[in-house]
């Protein structure tokens, strides 16, 4: 794996709080999946500023819960390791992303990982993920991500984890980019006239 994506590394994930503070810096994966187009700029921007002080609930416990177990998987079947790593881009210090996973593949490349848990059973990959993805993929400068999820019904995994490889989008890497550098616009706006 190129030394230059360890190079980029803003907080190694091990203090949650240092991890937390430095993501309030920059624009990450979380936030550009929220951007769907430039009339979410506001709202997301609002977001950053004034974040609510939410800790999570019975999903996202059992989805942090889960994580670890699924990440196993993921590095037994797929030789993906885990991360908790926040990066930022080559290009922006401001872009950032933790992807789930973390790998070299043989031919050199950067390959990613990205576990969700669902109750909802997926026809199609939601486009949230899809941003938080790709924007993953610009950050690091990976070609594909493993998406893997885990469908389970009242907390209870039903199957096996599911996975899909999502390839490198240039054309929607380049609308997350402009979204998002709207998004550091406006909260640069925002901020001035809280002066």
């Known amino acids: 794996m190129a030394n230059s994506v ?14 937390l503070q430095a993501r309030a ?3 990450t994966a979380t ?32 989805g942090r819960q889960r ?5 196993d998987w993921v590095q037994t ?14 290009e922006n210090r401001f872009h950032l992303a933790t992807p789930d996973g973390i790998a070299e593949a043989s031919d050199g490349s950067l390959v990613l990982a990205e576990i969700k848990t669902t109750n909802k059973v997926w026809s199609t990959v939601p486009r949230n993920y899809m941003r938080q993805i790709f924007w993953q993929q610009y950050v690091l400068g990976a070609d594909r ?27 929607q890497i380049e609308q997350l980019v402009f979204l998002a550098d709207k ?11 809280r002066r």
């Not at 929220?34 to 019975?58: E, H, M, R, Y």
């Not at 998406?147 to 240039?170: G, M, N, S």
Request: net charge negative.
């Open 31 to 62: 936030d550009v999946a929220k951007l769907s187009s430039l009339k979410s700029i506001p709202s997301v921007a609002k977001q950053k500023l004034s974040p609510l002080q939410f800790t999570g609930n019975s999903f996202t416990a059992y």
């Open 67 to 71: 994580e670890p177990l699924i990440a």
């Open 145 to 171: 991500t493993l998406l893997v999820w885990e469908q389970h019904q009242d907390f209870v995994p039903t199957a096996a984890p599911q996975y899909k490889w999502i390839e490198r989008d240039e054309e």
């Open 6 to 19: 360890w190079q980029r590394v803003i907080s190694d994930g091990s203090d949650r709080d240092q991890w």
């Open 77 to 90: 079947h797929f030789g993906i390791n885990p991360s908790n790593a926040l990066f930022c881009a080559a």
């Open 183 to 193: 998004l550091v616009e406006t909260l640069r706006e925002m901020t001035q006239g």
């Open 25 to 27: 810096g920059g624009v």
